[in-house]
Antibody, heavy 119, light 108 residues
Framework: QVQLVQSGAEVKKPGSSVKVSCKASGGTFSSYTISWVRQAPGQGLEWMGRIIPILGIANYAQKFQGRVTITADKSTSTAYMELSSLRSEDTAVYYC????????????WGQGTLVTVSS | DIQMTQSPSSLSASVGDRVTITCRASQSISSYLNWYQQKPGKAPKLLIYAASSLQSGVPSRFSGSGSGTDFTLTISSLQPEDFASYYCQQSYSTPLFTFGPGTKVDIK
């Protein structure tokens, strides 16, 4: 059974950075892409970017270009999302999700990590 | 960028009702359209992929249709556990993926 387990909740100051991890088990980590999706309180889902672990290539939504870095460690089957220059609007639940290679649907999701940005 | 819209943004329905949610893309996305269900405090769950294929383990009362720019998600007979928010997502413009704004289904 595939599982994506994320790191715990974070409270950060404006201007700082946060790094969230997503550890995969039960599947072949390098065979799939991992995306990061966030959801602000009471809002919808927002795709941030993805990584192809086997290639180490990451792509980002234009909105987050320059502020987000997504990486993967194949040896530990873990993906990471680092967001810098945090502001209050970045307060959200951050999810990692595995993407099906043919349809592009996200079939497995992490449990979510709440990042709160507050002074 | 491809923009996704959904209608309605919310609806009230009763158990046993047939419910239809519409998703529209700003340009043709062929059948690269996926549907998710999300309950409060939980991660989204994939229901339908490639516009009309039922994800494993999803009840058959859920169905999807459409291609090009217009898509629908239908729940044939709404059950108590179906009260949730529903999102469409396009996967045509790899590697840039976008979600619709969501439709909240609540109890009438």
């Amino acid at each position: 059974q595939v599982q994506l387990v994320q790191s715990g909740a974070e409270v950060k100051k404006p201007g700082s950075s946060v790094k969230v991890s997503c550890k995969a088990s039960g599947g072949t980590f390098s065979s799939y892409t991992i995306s990061w999706v966030r959801q602000a309180p009471g809002q919808g889902l927002e795709w941030m970017g993805r990584i192809i672990p086997i290639l180490g290539i990451a792509n980002y939504a234009q909105k987050f270009q320059g502020r987000v870095t997504i990486t993967a460690d194949k040896s530990t089957s873990t993906a990471y999302m680092e967001l810098s220059s945090l502001r209050s609007e970045d307060t959200a639940v951050y999810y990692c999700a595995r993407q099906l290679p043919t349809s592009g649907g996200f079939d497995y999701w992490g449990q979510g990590t709440l990042v709160t940005v507050s002074s | 960028d491809i923009q996704m819209t959904q209608s309605p943004s919310s609806l009230s329905a009763s158990v046993g009702d047939r419910v239809t949610i519409t998703c529209r893309a700003s340009q043709s996305i062929s059948s690269y359209l996926n549907w998710y269900q999300q309950k409060p405090g939980k991660a989204p769950k994939l229901l339908i992929y490639a516009a009309s294929s039922l994800q494993s383990g999803v009840p058959s009362r859920f169905s999807g249709s459409g291609s090009g720019t217009d898509f629908t998600l239908t729940i044939s007979s709404l059950q108590p556990e179906d009260f949730a928010s529903y999102y469409c997502q396009q996967s045509y413009s790899t590697p840039l993926f976008t979600f619709g704004p969501g439709t909240k289904v609540d109890i009438k």
